[in-house]
């Protein structure tokens, strides 16, 4: 079964650190995503990702944060200089299609997750 | 006042047992609601998907949404020790790319 791959499973870094998060989608879905989750806390959307460019982000997603599709199989997040409160987990998901696409290609599958810690 | 409310729990049942997992929310512009699944230490895993009022069934699973309460519910049968997992319900206004998750419930099914 096609899944979405994610690297690394745990990145510890320092505080003020460049950090990249890498995903591989699911080779024939269109709609890219990256949420987080703090510990202990919901799941929350930071950006959605189509036809080469950001579709959406949160508030959460500032300017430390980008993503990029570098090469047509991976997709990053790159945090440019990390905070302490940017340690959580990052889940990269995908669809085939948006939300409203229905249950068959509208499902967002989400990778195991990377989890970020900033000391 | 948050855009959707889950009890966290945790939750505890013998197996067997019938579980009710809830959630509410105040956007009435949500229309797709979804259940997810989060064993831990792994992504969420989507288990129902709905986008009417009313009931939809698949196997063990019920979701139940009634917008008119701004409320909607997963119930699992025959609950199994395999299902203890945090579930999530999550939102969409079917515009937008994202979902809004509620903060999970956690359940555990004791054999």
């Known amino acids: 079964e096609p899944e979405v791959t994610q690297t690394p499973s745990h990145q510890v870094t320092q505080m003020g650190q460049e950090v990249i998060l890498r995903c591989v989608p699911i080779?024939?879905?269109?709609?890219f995503y990256w949420y987080r989750q703090i510990l202990g806390q919901k799941v929350e959307f930071l950006v959605s990702?189509?036809?080469?460019?950001?579709?959406?982000k949160s508030e959460i997603f500032d300017d430390q944060f980008s993503v990029e599709r570098p090469d047509g199989s991976n997709f990053t997040l790159k945090i440019r200089s990390t905070k302490l409160e940017d340690s959580a987990m990052y889940f990269c998901?995908?669809?085939?299609?948006?939300?409203?696409?229905?249950?068959?290609?509208?499902?967002?599958?989400f990778g195991e997750g990377s989890r970020l810690t900033v000391l | 006042q948050k855009e959707v409310e889950q009890d966290p729990g945790p939750l505890s049942v013998p197996e067997g047992a019938i579980v009710s997992l809830n959630c509410t929310y105040s956007?009435?512009?949500?229309?797709?609601f979804m259940w997810y699944r989060q064993y831990s230490r792994k992504g969420p895993e989507l288990l129902m998907y709905?986008?009417?009022?009313g009931n939809k069934e698949d196997g063990r699973f019920t979701a139940q949404v009634d917008k008119s309460s701004k409320y909607i519910s997963l119930f699992i049968r025959d609950s199994q020790p395999s299902d203890s997992a945090t579930y999530l319900c999550a939102m969409s206004d079917g515009s937008a790319r994202q979902l809004t998750f509620g903060s999970g419930t956690q359940l555990t099914v004791l054999p």
């Open positions: 709905t986008y009417s009022s």
């Open positions: 998901a995908s669809s085939e299609a948006g939300v409203a696409g229905g249950r068959r290609s509208g499902e967002l599958f």
């Open positions: 990702f189509y036809n080469n460019e950001i579709s959406e």
């Open positions: 080779s024939n879905h269109l709609y």
């Open positions: 956007n009435s512009a949500f229309q797709y």
